[in-house]
């Protein structure tokens, strides 16, 4: 990679261990054992938190690039997306041991939070051992779930607004003796329901989802609470119960949902939110609706920050905390009314998928304000405010090897002076006395006056720091351009602030020498990764290394794999990035195997999305061509080689080459 500038400015530190690199990114926090950094100082996979059985990710990375895939490259470790089934139905395991809970649970996976058809099939083959089933919440979701079911006991919970050719298909799966439970949403749906099933002739079987007064705490918190737009309310869960009477089908209501909204941040609203409709369930079963199921819907957090903290994007409990107080607080509410308990559901997508994607990035560019060479002295020429903002220069240079008195106060001295001097430099240039030449060591030796002041500012220091030295913190942040789209790959992060870990995936034996902020392909000034995970919930940059000539710097953004994952957009028709499918495998060289490779999209597959079609552009082309070779501007031999290299185009991938020299 190119770099314009080499020296390192941060203190190179002797101590820096792979360690230190750990606690700086906070890979304990976020990586649940999954990831960490190796003795050679690189990123490692390990599918069972096990340090001693693990991949290499720059070597995975390495031997891609040998192979030629163009980079941004996703990579999915399946065995990730495994081993989170496997802990998810443990934890409910253990929970139900403990507490001696009489009845089962299942997971279902919600495919709107990845629905590829890869990981759809990864999870449904790793909970095949726990009867895993799925859930959907729109017609093509159904249309996709159902031939999995390959038990007529692996559950498919069907949430969403269903219209009637969607219940009718819920209706033929019972039918076949599939369990497919349709969630009634609204008391209107549950009409419909019945209206269809009675000229099917099939005895239906549906769920509820309660509308709770419990609220939930988190982004999502609206998904729940009286202003919530889902649920059917209690008066229609008694007119519903009535009418279920009246037609004798006691027995088909026989699920109770909630959903708390995605990413539950604080376990209290949870526990509320399960007594609550444990409480409908006791009561529905003293009325003699036999309610089977209990289905706490989704909202299983990710620590995508600290751990276990209060901030932004972390949550206050473990995953065998969640299975605990649901466990426990259902068989608490049955208890007390002495009905048995119900088969417990839970509809955990993030919590499943998030983990198992690594996008990698490789930085292009890093861009930092202009400095002065370092031995560079003014000639007798140059301009008068060229000499004063050098003397300013050697000024501070100097209080490195001799710190004066009030040291802070001294700086922002030396800082105005510097403000003064390039804003006469500003006005000079504008009236024509300062050429173009004379203004740029201008503004070279300004950014190394800034650079030489920051230097020396002692930001832990009692005494606050003045807000202009401050300020110089951000101003002097570097641009790293990054090789992806933040609109493809990073969607969370611009639409909902999200934060994602990323780091460096080699190098973590050096200590990182400068802060960068992630700015990508696209001409959006939105295009760039504004928030980095930390303790501090301001941070705004991230710590990266001096790129090496030559030497590609490549970065990994963590727990990719729900939601955004499959939501990219089409911003600057970048598209999709290519993909590899990784399992780990000790047998095999740096321990690992590729099961599939996905390319990204090519520039004529993201244009025919937009109406663009290459016969047409190639006509079209040839005819703009044509009209210069006949006006004699072009030789025909010159026309027809453009034609190519432009047709050549449509198989191009969308980003960035840096291979195309
Ligand atoms: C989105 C959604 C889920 C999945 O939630 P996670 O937070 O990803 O576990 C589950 N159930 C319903 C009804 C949903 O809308």
Redesign the pocket.
Known sequence: MNSDVNSPTLETDATWTTADAEALYRVDAWSDGYFFVNDAGHVAVSPEADRSRAIDLKRLVDDLRQEGLTFPVLIRFHDILRARVEHLNAAFARAIEEFGYANRYTSVY?I??NQLHEVVEEILDAGRPYGLGL?C?SKAELVAALPHLESDDTLLIC?GYKDPSMLRLILTGQQLGKSVIPVVEKFGEFEGLLRLAREMDVRPRFGVRIHLSTRGAGKWAE?SGDRSKFGVTIPELVRIIERLKAERLEDALVLLHF?LG??IADIQPLKQAVKEVAQVYVQLHARGIGVRYIDV????GVNYASGYSDHAGSINYSLQEYANSIVYAVKEVCDAAHVPVPALVS?????LTAHHSVLIVEALQAYRKDEIQPDFRPAEADHQVIHELYATLEQVRAYRTAPPDRLPARLLEAYHDAAEKRQESNLLFSLGYLPLEQKALAENLYWSICRAIHEQVDFDAELPVPAELLALDDRLIDQYLCDFSVFQSMLDHWAIGQRFPIMPIARLDEPPDRRGVLVDLTCDSDGKVSHYVDADEEKDFLELHTPRPDEPYFLAFFLMG??QDIMGDMHNLFGRTTEVHVYFDEEEPNNYYIEKTIPGATVEEMLSLVQYFPNDLHRRMNGLIRRKIEAGHLRPKAGMEILARYDAMFKQMTYYNPQDA
């Open positions: 919600p709107k939070v859930e919440g949430n998904s959903h995605s990413q819907g989704g909202g299983l509809e955990s997508g993030r919590a729900a939601y």
